[in-house]
């Protein structure tokens, strides 16, 4: 069974930096794009960045460009998602996702939960 484990989330002021990792095992990593979506209390899901198999390829919602940065280790079997520059409206479950073939998400993990506030 695929299993998706994220990591690192927390408390920070506006202003600071967070990393969020997603450990991915029980499935070819390097072949996968991958995903982080979020949900902030109260809201629904939002996407928030993707990244090719290889990681040469990135993409951001509009809300976090020039702030988060998504990267891979795929010799680790890890996704990670550099978040500065936080924002109060960053506050959500951050979850990572595996994309299938037919471009949808079909494994979640657990969500970590980031939090911003002075």
């Known amino acids: 069974q695929v299993q998706l484990v994220e990591s690192g989330g927390g408390l920070t002021q506006p202003g600071g930096s967070l990393r969020v990792s997603c450990a991915a095992s029980?499935?070819?990593?390097?072949?996968?794009?991958m995903s982080w979506v979020r949900r902030a209390p109260g809201k629904g899901l939002e996407w928030v960045s993707i990244i090719n198999p290889s990681g040469g390829s990135t993409y951001y919602a509009d809300s976090v460009k020039g702030r988060f940065t998504i990267s891979r280790d795929n010799a680790k079997n890890t996704l990670y998602l550099q978040m500065n520059s936080l924002k109060p409206e960053d506050t959500a479950l951050y979850y990572c996702?595996?994309?299938?073939?037919?471009?949808?998400?079909?494994?979640w993990g657990q969500g970590t939960q980031v939090a911003v506030s002075s």
């Open positions: 996702a595996r994309v299938n073939t037919g471009w949808c998400y079909d494994y």
């Open positions: 029980r499935f070819t990593f390097n072949s996968y794009y």
